[in-house]
């Protein structure tokens, strides 16, 4: 029993010792990527993004995903008729696509825990 105790204790250890050198080389990381905390944003500030192209793809799997299979998004012939004149993207695809770009700029490396919440967004137009 006690043999057991501190062949745990020794894993444990190992394992504190590697997170202690991946935390070492995530700070490292920062420097490199460019991460940015909270306090370093301004407001109003804008960037560039990668770009993204939006596919068939996308659009059937995210349906999928969610269970929004909801025609304006799935059918075309269904929204010829529409004042939008084709199907429109789901908004909340467009949520997570801003978000997978803005992770791709760098900003977030390192230095992001948790999304918290989206306070502020607004659907001005489909896509």
């Known amino acids: 029993m006690i043999e ?24 490292m990381l920062e420097d490199v990527m460019g991460g940015r905390f909270f306090e370093e944003w301004k407001e109003g500030e804008e960037f560039v993004t990668p770009s993204r192209t939006v596919t068939e793809t996308d659009l059937v799997m995210f349906a999928a995903m969610s269970g929004d299979y909801n025609e304006l998004h799935t059918s075309e012939e269904f929204m010829k008729g529409s004042r939008f004149g084709r199907r429109i993207g789901h908004g909340l695809l467009g949520l997570a696509l801003s978000h997978g770009l803005l992770f791709r700029t760098g900003f977030l490396e390192t230095t992001v825990i948790a999304l918290m919440g989206v306070d502020s967004w607004k659907f001005l137009s489909p896509f």
């Open 4 to 27: 057991a105790l501190r062949s745990k204790m020794r894993r444990m250890r190992s394992l504190f010792r590697f997170n202690r050198k991946a935390l070492r080389f995530a700070f």
